[in-house]
């Protein structure tokens, strides 16, 4: 069979489209740049959320922290804990990342559901790898990750500035509570 009327088949559409929606959701918002000289290395570890954009699977999340770790393959795991305040329950996720083009540059691809990845793109890290500004596809998501479970405020207000600068809809942030933990211990 032709490889152009294939492709043009009333059958193959679906497939085309899906393999569009599923490239375009491992691809950069606009006027956004992954950090350039990444290290893995030093960006392993927790990570606390201090604030995020919201979205349905962080939804009434409190104390939500990250933790990446390297597979044997040279993936990274990613382990996302939060607390769920309306069911005073702990939830964990599993998912496993990988770079989407080089490894010295902060782009990589996420997935939590099988073969179905998502982008992870660090566009800011400072203080030593102390604090990063992580988006994924579009400007719907941004989150501000820090060491530390606090962030001091004249930095907090220097990185929502400068998301607000790339075009992020920073008035919609909701700044997460990582005071006193939970009575509950989380999952391990």
């Not at 691809?109 to 604090?131: I, R, T």
């Not at 990750?145 to 919609?172: C, I, N, S």
């Amino acid at each position: 069979m032709n490889m152009k009327k294939w492709l043009l088949s009333p059958r193959s559409l679906p497939l085309l489209l899906l393999s569009l929606a599923l490239s375009a959701c491992t691809g950069l918002p606009e006027n956004v740049a992954p950090v350039q000289d990444f290290a893995l290395q030093r960006y392993l570890g927790k990570w606390y959320e201090i604030a995020r954009l919201d979205h349905s699977f962080e939804r009434g999340m409190t104390h939500v922290t990250a933790e990446y770790s390297l597979n044997a393959d040279g993936s990274v795991r990613v382990i996302n804990r939060g607390f769920q305040t309306e069911d005073g329950e702990w939830e964990k996720a599993d998912g496993r990342a990988k770079f989407v083009g080089s490894d010295d540059v902060g782009h990589l691809k996420v997935s939590f559901f099988g073969p179905f990845y998502a982008s992870y793109v660090v566009f800011e890290l400072g203080g030593d790898y102390q604090y990063a500004m992580v988006s994924g596809f579009s400007k719907s998501n941004l989150w501000i990750l820090a060491r530390q479970p606090q962030l001091p405020q004249k930095t907090l207000d220097k990185l929502v500035a400068q998301a607000r600068a790339k075009g992020f809809p920073t008035e919609q942030l909701i700044f997460v509570d990582q005071s006193q933990p939970p009575p509950v211990a989380a999952p391990q």
